[in-house]
């Protein structure tokens, strides 16, 4: 059965995690890390002689954490990204990690496939097996199968053979 890849808005979730984590890093480089505290350490202070807590009001708010997409969905949007030309997504989704080669062949390679099929054979884990079937640009079709594994929202590895 094959199982349709949905558009998945993981790259907005990525960058959004990302900005997360850089904006607090500017507050603590700018501040020092008492701002995420809450603490306030006087100026040229070896050790905090007197620490105060500022009000609730005040505090500036710890980055909240953001879920990461399910192992599953970071393959599909890989794979939705080829299929629609969207090779810097497709890189940053884990080609980067995966394609042994720059960035420039790996869009060079993926410009030849017209679309991939994929089918999401299992998922255990962070491990998600698949089976897709590429059609090139000159009508001819492969077939693969393989492993992708993810970690933080990104494919690490791949383990893909022609079938």
Same mark, same amino acid.
């Given at each position: 059965?094959?199982?349709?890849?949905?558009?998945?808005?993981? =790259?907005?979730?990525?960058?959004?995690?990302?900005?997360?984590? &850089?904006?607090?890093?500017?507050?603590?480089? &700018?501040?020092?890390?008492?701002?995420?505290?809450?603490?306030? /350490? %006087?100026?040229?202070?070896?050790? %905090?002689?007197?620490?105060?807590?500022?009000?609730?009001?005040?505090?500036?708010?710890? %980055?909240?954490?953001? %879920?990461?997409?399910?192992? =599953?969905? &970071?393959?599909?949007?890989?794979?939705?990204?080829?299929?629609?030309?969207?090779?810097?997504?497709?890189?940053?989704?884990?080609?980067?990690?995966?394609? @042994?080669?720059?960035?420039?062949?790996?869009?060079?390679?993926?410009? @030849?496939?017209?679309?991939?099929?994929?089918?999401?054979?299992?998922?255990?884990?962070?491990?998600?097996?698949?089976?897709?079937?590429?059609?090139?640009?000159? @009508?001819?079709? /492969?077939?693969?199968? @393989?492993?992708?594994?993810? /970690?933080?929202? &990104?494919?690490?590895?791949?383990? =893909?053979?022609?079938?």
């Amino acid at each position: 059965m094959v199982k349709a890849v949905s558009v998945v808005n993981t =790259v907005s979730v990525v960058k959004a995690v990302r900005m997360t984590l &850089v904006r607090a890093a500017v507050v603590v480089a &700018v501040t020092g890390a008492g701002a995420l505290s809450g603490v306030v /350490q %006087p100026a040229g202070a070896a050790a %905090p002689a007197v620490t105060a807590t500022a009000p609730a009001a005040h505090r500036a708010a710890a %980055p909240a954490q953001q %879920p990461q997409p399910a192992p =599953v969905d &970071v393959v599909k949007a890989y794979f939705t990204a080829i299929n629609n030309d969207e090779f810097e997504a497709a890189w940053a989704l884990g080609g980067k990690n995966t394609s @042994g080669q720059p960035y420039d062949s790996f869009v060079t390679a993926n410009q @030849g496939t017209d679309q991939d099929v994929v089918t999401v054979d299992s998922v255990a884990g962070n491990k998600v097996t698949v089976t897709y079937d590429m059609t090139l640009i000159n @009508g001819s079709h /492969q077939r693969f199968t @393989g492993t992708y594994t993810v /970690q933080d929202g &990104v494919i690490v590895t791949a383990d =893909v053979h022609r079938v």
